[in-house]
Nanobody
Framework: QVQLVESGGGLVQAGGSLRLSCAAS????????MGWFRQAPGKEREFVAA???????YYADSVKGRFTISRDNAKNTVYLQMNSLKPEDTAVYYC??????????????????????WGQGTQVTVSS
């Protein structure tokens, strides 16, 4: 059974940092893209960042320069370092994995049901 398990969420003040982790089990994703989406209350789930198998990265404009995505294939894990956090970053953050390139993940037209693997989410709350 394939599982993606997120960790690292929590409550932080504006301007602070958090590091999210997503550990995969049940299969290896070294040849796939992995990444992050988020969903704030009352809003649709939106793309945050993705990283291809070759370490090419993609970011939403709202997080460029503040968030950094990375992966450790030996640990089958993807990370999201979040710096200079803002209250508008408050959301549940979901990890995902799929064979689709990260460049496709950032398209607004992408049907998220197309991505095969999802985690359960981790809450990030940024206080002002």
């Amino acid at each position: 059974q394939v599982q993606l398990v997120e960790s690292g969420g929590g409550l932080v003040q504006a301007g602070g940092s958090l590091r999210l982790s997503c550990a995969a089990s049940g299969r290896t994703f070294s040849s796939d893209a992995m990444g992050w989406f988020r969903q704030a209350p009352g809003k649709e789930r939106e793309f945050v960042a993705a990283i291809n198998w070759n370490d090419r990265t993609y970011y939403a404009d709202s997080v460029k320069g503040r968030f950094t995505i990375s992966r450790d294939n030996a640990k089958n894990t993807v990370y999201l370092q979040m710096n200079s956090l803002k209250p508008e970053d408050t959301a549940v953050y979901y990890c995902a994995a799929d064979s689709l390139y990260g460049s496709v993940w950032q398209r607004p037209s992408l049907d998220l049901r197309r991505l095969d693997y999802w985690g359960q989410g981790t809450q990030v709350t940024v206080s002002s």
